[in-house]
Every structure is written in structure tokens, then in C-alpha cells.
């Protein structure tokens, strides 16, 4: 069973300023490495950290760490894994984005850090 982060922990972790910052570093210290990291989180991710927050340097940095650091492991998406998703999405009750839909189907299989409350609701009742 992989680890997967999604982008509540990833940009607690690399945001200083954020409130969970000391929670996302220590999620990600502790878990079993590597850490895979789904295309569409990391798309979310560098979004969130460039755009809304204004951290542009530490989406930079984000994107160097994936290529770069042996404990973070990208996950391309492919055309079967994007089916899944959709159809997860058309098929959920629950609000929960497409990104959201995407990890719930991929903890299936796989352990997810999540700080997102709703989404570790859905992931519960998953399993």
C-alpha cells in the first residue's frame, strides 16, 4: 500500500504561514515514503500555492521537488484512471471536487494524508 498526499498536507507543509503548517510538515515526515503525488494534486497544489497565496517561489520549489527528491513520486494520469474518476464523480452523492473524487478512488488501494475533512469523511466510508 503507497502513501498518497493530497494538497491540504502538501500546502500545509510548505506554507509557513499556514496553520497546519507544523501538522503537513510532520504528516509528511512520518509517512511511509516514497510519497506519491496523483498529476492532479500536484496541478491543485502549485495552483493553490501560486495563485491564491501568492508563493509562486514555493510552487517552484514544489515542482523541482518532484523531480528531484527520491521521497516524492509523481503519478501521471491516464486515460483509465481518468474514467475511474469520472466515474466516481458522476456517481457521488457527496461534495467533493473532481481532485477529491480522484484520491477517493485511489484509497481504494492506498493510504491517503488528508487534512480535508470531507474528503477523509468520504475515504472512511470507502473502506
Same mark, same amino acid.
Do not use: F
Given at each position: 500500500?503507497? %502513501?498518497?498526499? $493530497?494538497?491540504? !498536507? =502538501? +500546502?500545509?507543509? =510548505?506554507?509557513? $504561514?499556514d496553520a @497546519?503548517?507544523? #501538522?503537513? +510538515?510532520?504528516? @509528511? #515526515? $512520518?509517512a511511509g515514503k516514497?510519497? /506519491?503525488v496523483p498529476? /492532479? !494534486? !500536484?496541478?491543485e497544489t502549485v495552483? !493553490? =500555492?501560486?495563485? #491564491? @497565496?501568492?508563493?509562486?517561489?514555493s510552487a517552484d520549489d514544489f515542482i523541482h521537488a518532484l523531480f528531484h527528491n527520491r521521497d516524492l513520486r509523481l503519478i501521471p494520469s491516464s486515460p483509465a484512471f481518468f474514467i475511474a474518476v469520472t466515474r466516481y464523480f458522476l456517481l %457521488?452523492?457527496? *461534495? @467533493?471536487?473532481f481532485v477529491d473524487c480522484?484520491?477517493? %478512488? =485511489?484509497a481504494r488501494e492506498h493510504t491517503v494524508l488528508t487534512f480535508d475533512k470531507a474528503l477523509a469523511k468520504a475515504? *472512511?466510508?470507502?473502506?
Open positions: 500500500m503507497a %502513501t498518497i498526499a $493530497d494538497t491540504s !498536507v =502538501l +500546502v500545509a507543509a =510548505l506554507s509557513d $504561514d @497546519l503548517h507544523s #501538522r503537513g +510538515v510532520g504528516a @509528511l #515526515r $512520518d516514497p510519497i /506519491y498529476e /492532479y !494534486v !500536484v496541478i495552483t !493553490v =500555492l501560486a495563485v #491564491r @497565496l501568492a508563493m509562486k517561489d %457521488t452523492k457527496k *461534495r @467533493l471536487s480522484a484520491l477517493a %478512488t =485511489l475515504i *472512511r466510508e470507502e473502506k
